[in-house]
C-alpha cells in the first residue's frame, strides 16, 4: 500500500463539531494488524497540526467503511458530538448511500433486499444464514438500477442497516457481485480491479444545530469501471 501524510485526504466540510473527508479506497478507516496507514490517525495528525493541539487530538469514529470502499465519512471533533452522532446512526436518523457496479444486471430494477448475516471473524467473510442461525443478523439494502452497459449495472444503494460487507455480500446472494470485488465475486472481474463501491452521500442531523446536514462526493470518473457511465448527468437528477 503506497505511504500516506494527512495532506492527501480530501477535507470536504470541517466546524468544531465534525469532520467531514473522504476515505481513499483500499484505506483502513482505523489501525489494524497490517499496519497501514489508517485514515483515523492520519486525521488526528491533521488536526493537532491546524489547531496545534498537543498530544493526541481527539477525533470520534462513528461509523465506518470497508478497507476497499471509498467515499464520503463523518467524524466527531469532541466527545458530545460524537455521542449526539453515535446516537443518530443507532435511531436511523443518518442516511448513507452508495454507488456501485454489478458484474451483472438485477432482475429487478428495484428491490429491497432482507437477509440474515453471519460474520466468521477468523475468515474476516460475511454469509447469508437462515434466520435462526445463532450469531446472526438482520441486513436491509434497498437499491435502484440507474442504467446499464456491457452486462454491467450503475446502481444507487441506500443500507437501511450497517452491517460488516453487507452491500457486496447481499448483491453477491442475487447474483451480481460488486465488480473488482475478489471474496464475493471471484474470479468475475480483473484481479487488479478496484472495488465498486462508493459512499457518495451522507445525510445526518448536526449534532448541535440539528440542521440537516447532506454531502456528496462521486467516485472518480477517470477509473475504471466508474467511466463506463455517465455518472454526473445521472446523478443530477437524485435528490
Given at each position: 500500500m503506497k505511504k500516506y501524510n494527512y495532506e492527501d485526504i480530501n477535507i470536504v466540510y470541517e466546524d468544531n463539531q465534525i469532520l467531514v473527508v473522504v476515505k481513499p479506497q483500499n484505506m483502513p478507516v482505523c489501525e489494524d494488524e497490517t499496519g497501514d496507514d489508517d485514515l483515523l490517525n492520519l486525521l488526528k495528525q491533521y488536526v493537532a497540526a491546524k489547531y496545534n493541539k498537543p498530544g493526541e487530538a481527539f477525533l470520534g469514529l462513528v461509523h465506518r467503511l470497508d478497507r476497499p470502499t471509498g467515499g464520503v465519512m463523518v467524524f466527531a471533533r469532541n466527545s458530545k458530538s460524537a455521542a449526539r452522532l453515535s446516537k443518530s446512526l443507532v435511531e436511523g436518523e443518518m442516511e448513507k448511500r452508495y454507488l456501485a457496479v454489478t458484474?451483472?444486471?438485477?432482475?429487478?430494477?428495484?428491490?429491497?433486499?432482507?437477509?440474515?448475516?453471519?460474520?466468521?471473524?477468523?475468515?474476516?467473510?460475511?454469509?447469508?444464514?437462515?434466520?435462526?442461525?445463532?450469531?446472526?443478523?438482520?441486513?436491509?439494502?434497498?437499491?435502484?438500477?440507474?442504467?446499464?452497459?456491457?452486462?454491467?449495472?450503475?446502481?444507487?444503494?441506500?443500507?437501511?442497516?450497517?452491517?460488516?460487507?453487507?452491500?457486496?455480500?447481499?448483491?453477491?446472494?442475487i447474483g451480481t457481485p460488486l465488480f473488482g470485488d475478489q471474496k464475493y465475486g471471484k474470479g468475475k472481474s480483473p484481479a487488479s480491479a478496484n472495488l465498486a463501491l462508493w459512499s457518495y452521500e451522507l445525510r445526518f442531523p448536526h449534532p448541535v444545530t440539528k440542521d440537516i446536514m447532506v454531502f456528496r462526493v462521486l467516485p472518480p470518473s477517470d477509473e475504471v469501471p466508474w467511466k463506463a457511465f455517465d455518472i454526473d448527468t445521472l446523478m443530477a437528477i437524485i435528490k
Open positions: 458484474v451483472g444486471v438485477p432482475k429487478q430494477k428495484r428491490n429491497i433486499l432482507k437477509n440474515a448475516l453471519y460474520k466468521d471473524v477468523a475468515k474476516n467473510e460475511v454469509f447469508v444464514v437462515p434466520v435462526a442461525t445463532e450469531g446472526a443478523k438482520l441486513a436491509i439494502l434497498e437499491y435502484h438500477t440507474l442504467t446499464e452497459k456491457m452486462g454491467h449495472a450503475l446502481v444507487d444503494i441506500k443500507l437501511v442497516t450497517g452491517r460488516s460487507h453487507q452491500a457486496r455480500v447481499q448483491m453477491a446472494n
